[in-house]
């Protein structure tokens, strides 16, 4: 998770305290939600698809909140049940879009999860900024690694002109 996300969350939230009590409520119960879902499940191989779903709406909430309808998320997987994943790759892959795109009113980052075959699909519209973030890649680099050792399948990741695709297999 971005190290800028802390500090990017609270200073969400301090905006927030004049301005919505409710929100400012549910916004604490969600960050804490996250951060107890990285602390137990990120040493772990595999959770439940339903699970990492959760903590992925939840990630994003945060961010929702911050960019209103600048972004959006769209989320149509049936069968999540019968379904693993690495934990912690879906919201890297939100986090990646948010990071790497520009969002607007008029032109809203709009980051689609489904299913297709037997790999869940992240998909964004691209948007790339004017002037490129500092980026490493070691997230996508990490995620790639984690993913061929776990699973023994590649972690496919497609650039088109207009879309951003990374498709990860998921785990009986």
């Known amino acids: 998770m971005n190290p800028h996300f802390l500090f990017n969350s609270l200073n969400t939230l301090l ?3 004049d301005e919505n009590s409710g929100k400012v409520e549910q916004y604490i119960i969600k960050l804490s939600s996250i951060y107890r879902y990285v602390t137990e499940n990120s040493p772990k191989d595999k959770v439940p698809l339903t699970l990492e ?3 992925m709406s939840d990630f994003f909430y945060l961010y929702k909140i911050r960019d209103e309808e600048k972004i959006q998320l769209k989320v149509n997987v049936s069968g999540a049940e019968q379904y693993g994943i690495l934990p912690v790759s879906l919201q890297l892959l939100i986090e990646n879009a948010l990071k790497h795109n520009m969002a607007t009113r008029d032109n809203p ?16 519209n691209l948007q790339k900024m004017a002037s490129k973030p500092i980026s490493s890649q070691t997230g996508m680099k990490n995620l790639s690694q984690r993913v061929r050792l776990t699973t023994g399948k590649a972690l496919f990741v497609e650039e088109t002109s207009n879309e951003f695709i990374v498709k990860i297999p998921l785990m009986q």
């Open 15 to 17: 905006s927030l305290v």
């Open 53 to 55: 779903l959760a903590f």
């Open 109 to 124: 980052l709009k980051i689609e999860v489904y299913i297709e075959e037997s790999y869940i699909i992240v998909k964004n």
